[in-house]
């Protein structure tokens, strides 16, 4: 009888994620992204191929220049006269999608200046907007709390975030968030939840370190970890506290992922 009633159960929950991926797809989606450097656009793609979503790059009249002291200052004086860059018209029109995978870099803790700009430019109201964002160290959290207020009227779902550093887990990642929200058909194993924080080890200031040493800010002192293991590698949730410009402290969540048999990485700032 158990034996019945778990095999209806689970016959149950197929249909039911089946169902759920196909009322996803049948939606129009558009990929709608900007990257300067190509790390944006290498999700971007991954989210296509495996989607099958049209795609659009967001273009600028005056691209920024790639260098990283000249991108930053023409975006303080772009700042200081409250102006944005203006974008290329786009080949597609946004109102024909239900879905729009949103791509941007984080520039100064938040999206990039063109997606200002697209957002005073274009409705999203009534879509479901998925975001995605790369980044030096993170930034994903703050974005889409920017996203939500900037665009009330828009279904915000959770979104993806990778460091420039970790491109090489992009289609990997990308796999995993696709299907773990249903916008694909196929199933992942759950992960599991963190254990609570206890104060780091010696052992586990060594992953920190191996794992942040390199990164070209300071990034602060691992203070307590929790931890979780997964198929492929043993993953750390570090309390990080580290004094700002200002001298105040702060605290912030440090991701750090060891693969099996690999070398530690610092996966994403959470401030
Ligand atoms: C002007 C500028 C500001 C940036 N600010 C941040 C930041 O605040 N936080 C961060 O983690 N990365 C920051 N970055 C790094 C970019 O987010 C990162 O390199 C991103 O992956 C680039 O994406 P792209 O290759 O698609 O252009 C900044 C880069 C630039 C050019």
Not at 255 to 270: D, H, M, S, Y
Request: with cysteine.
């Amino acid at each position: 009888m158990k034996k019945i009633l778990l095999l209806a159960v689970s016959a149950l929950m197929s249909v039911f994620c089946v169902a759920q991926t196909k009322n996803v797809t049948k939606q129009k989606a558009l990929v709608l992204y900007y990257s300067q450097t190509g790390t944006t656009k290498a999700v971007a793609d991954e989210i296509r191929k495996r989607t099958g979503a049209d795609i659009q790059s967001i273009d600028l009249d005056k691209p920024y220049d790639g260098d990283f002291q000249a991108t930053i200052a023409r975006c303080q004086e772009e700042k200081s006269k409250g102006v944005l860059p203006t974008l290329k018209p786009f080949a597609v029109a946004v109102k024909n999608y239900d879905v729009i995978y949103l791509g941007y870099p984080i520039w100064f803790g938040t999206y990039a200046p063109p997606i200002e700009a697209l957002l005073k430019k274009e409705s999203f109201e009534g879509k479901t907007l998925v975001h995605f964002c790369t980044f030096g160290s993170g930034g994903l959290e703050e974005s889409v709390k920017a996203l939500k207020s900037s665009l009330p009227k828009a279904k915000v779902n959770s979104g993806y975030g990778v460091r420039t550093a970790r491109k090489n887990a992009i289609p990997v990642e990308v796999d995993r968030f696709l299907k773990e929200n249903g916008f694909v058909a196929g199933k992942v194993d759950a992960l599991p939840d963190y254990s609570a924080q206890k104060p780091v080890t010696e052992a586990e200031k060594t992953i920190f370190n191996t794992a942040c040493g390199d990164y070209q800010f300071p990034l602060g002192t691992p203070v307590t970890v929790g931890k979780r293991t997964t198929k492929n590698s043993t993953d750390y949730k570090y309390t990080v506290q580290s004094r700002g410009m200002d001298g105040k402290e702060s605290t912030s969540t440090i991701l750090v992922t060891v693969p099996n048999g690999g070398k530690a990485e610092f996966t994403r700032v959470i401030r």
